[in-house]
């Protein structure tokens, strides 16, 4: 009784611990699990390195590979971005008279003053808070890129110590363990490279229609369409149709058109088709785990939900076979 008092009594410890760290990690979260993303993709190079020169110096040299040739350019890009769309300029005398028009045309059928004292009100103070959330978050990035520098570098040190210790701590057969950590690895893998050229190949294509149409700044909107098509359902839609409506309030009908049709038949479809060859290519994923998991995982994981999302999902399917295969299969009912 004793023992067993002893047990059960570590194991809620352990897990009111586990929740407590847990949430007071939840401000590094995006750092932690980009440590554990680049660990994963850097791992194997670190063990080869380490066969061939001490391994305290191999992992300092991917560590410092690393920051110097993916992270601080990453940054270094991020932060062009942020600067280009800040200073972008739009024509504001081809915009007054159709917007004008817009704005005429929306009271007179709703009866909603877009130009009130109250709207007005609401849209400056709409606009205060985003560039707040900016701020904020660009503070935030750079406190998680510390984080993520930091726990690379100790994961790569004690690799084998900590999947050793994480091996014996999974509540399976050795045979499904190895199964389990396979799963994981190829998950984040296909994860953190799929996604990333995804959005490579959707700016390319979709920067084609934008200078078709003569949108404008098109190299910066395609870039834009890149990242937002790492957004589930909605995807790159959320920078073309947007864009599209641009063009149609300037008074550029046929671009318009085009751009609509562009993006409505080619963009998207290409987004489907490449999403599916990329996930079937690199892990044998289904699509629609990787859509559901973006949406599980971005209110959990934040921005890093778009790659331990769809490995939550997957992770859940696998452990549902293996009950099915350990405690179901065997059964007398189910061998009559």
Wanted: proline share 4%; net charge positive; aromatic share 12%.
């Amino acid at each position: 009784m004793k023992e067993q008092y002893w047990k059960y009594s570590l194991i809620i410890l352990i897990v009111g611990l586990g929740i407590l760290l847990f949430r007071q990690a939840q401000p590094f979260m995006n750092g932690i699990l980009a440590g554990f993303t680049l660990f994963l993709l850097l791992r194997n190079l670190t063990y080869k390195l380490q066969t061939k020169m001490k391994p305290v110096v191999a992992v300092w040299l991917v560590t410092i590979g690393t920051t110097l040739f993916i992270l601080i350019p990453l940054s270094l890009f991020g932060w062009i971005l942020v600067n280009q769309v800040t200073g972008i300029h739009f024509d504001a005398h081809a915009l007054i008279q159709p917007a004008k028009e817009v704005i005429d045309f929306i009271k007179a059928k709703t009866g909603f003053d877009v130009l009130s004292e109250k709207s007005l009100s609401f849209i400056v103070s709409q606009i205060s808070s985003i560039g707040q959330s900016v701020m904020s978050g660009v503070g935030d990035f750079i406190v998680n890129l510390g984080v993520a520098i930091m726990l690379l570098f100790f994961m790569l040190f004690e690799g084998r110590k900590m999947e050793n210790f994480v091996s014996t701590i999974l509540p399976f057969k050795e045979k499904n363990k190895k199964e389990v950590l396979n799963k994981v690895q190829l998950m984040v893998r296909s994860n953190a490279i799929g996604i990333p050229l995804l959005a490579i190949i959707q700016g390319i294509i979709s920067l084609g229609g934008y200078l078709l149409c003569d949108a404008p700044n098109p190299i910066l909107t395609s870039l834009l369409t890149a990242f937002a098509s790492i957004i589930p359902f909605v995807g790159t839609a959320l920078i073309w149709v947007p864009v599209a409506i641009y063009l149609l309030i300037v008074g550029d009908w046929v671009n318009a058109l085009i751009l609509v049709a562009y993006g409505g038949i080619i963009v998207a479809q290409c987004d489907n088709l490449i999403r599916f060859i990329l996930q079937k290519k690199m892990a044998d994923i289904h699509p629609l785990i990787t859509i559901f998991g973006v949406v599980a995982g971005l209110p959990v994981f934040g921005f890093m939900g778009i790659i331990f999302g769809p490995l939550l999902v997957s992770l859940f399917l696998l452990f549902l076979d293996m009950f099915r295969t350990e405690y179901l299969m065997d059964t007398p009912q189910m061998k009559e």
